[in-house]
């Protein structure tokens, strides 16, 4: 299983991105499909999490400002990032697993995202 993160790049504050990951090499559709960033000597923490059947869940820095979606056919997960603010600034992961709370997580590559104030 391969996860394809895109969509990352540089930004002044206030602005948008999108980012986009497709999961190929599979023929399940994942329950669990999000993302993940990792500041620079920071963990790696969850910015938004969707399962196949529509539950969402987003971390308390993003809410009001990110959205995240799929589309199930294309086992595809995208992240809207409005109103970027330089704290935003990580390599951002997508992220899938088949079951909500539990089991094997898979990772994309990583894409850089910097937001300059």
């Known amino acids: 299983v391969q996860l394809q993160a895109s969509g990352g790049g540089l930004v002044q504050a206030g602005g948008s991105l999108r980012l986009s990951c497709a999961a190929s090499?599979?023929?399940?559709?994942?329950?669990?499909m999000g993302w993940f960033r990792q500041a620079t000597g920071k963990q790696r923490d969850m910015v938004a999490r969707m399962s196949s059947g529509g539950l969402v869940e987003y971390a308390d820095a993003v809410k009001g400002r990110f959205t995240i979606s799929r589309d199930n056919a294309k086992n595809a997960v995208y992240l809207q990032m409005n109103a970027l603010k330089p704290e935003d600034t990580a390599v951002y992961y997508c992220?899938?697993?088949?079951?909500?709370?539990?089991?094997?997580?898979?990772w994309g590559q990583g894409t850089q995202v910097t937001v300059s104030s």
């Open positions: 090499g599979t023929t399940f559709v994942f329950n669990v």
């Open positions: 992220n899938s697993k088949h079951y909500w709370n539990t089991g094997y997580d898979y």
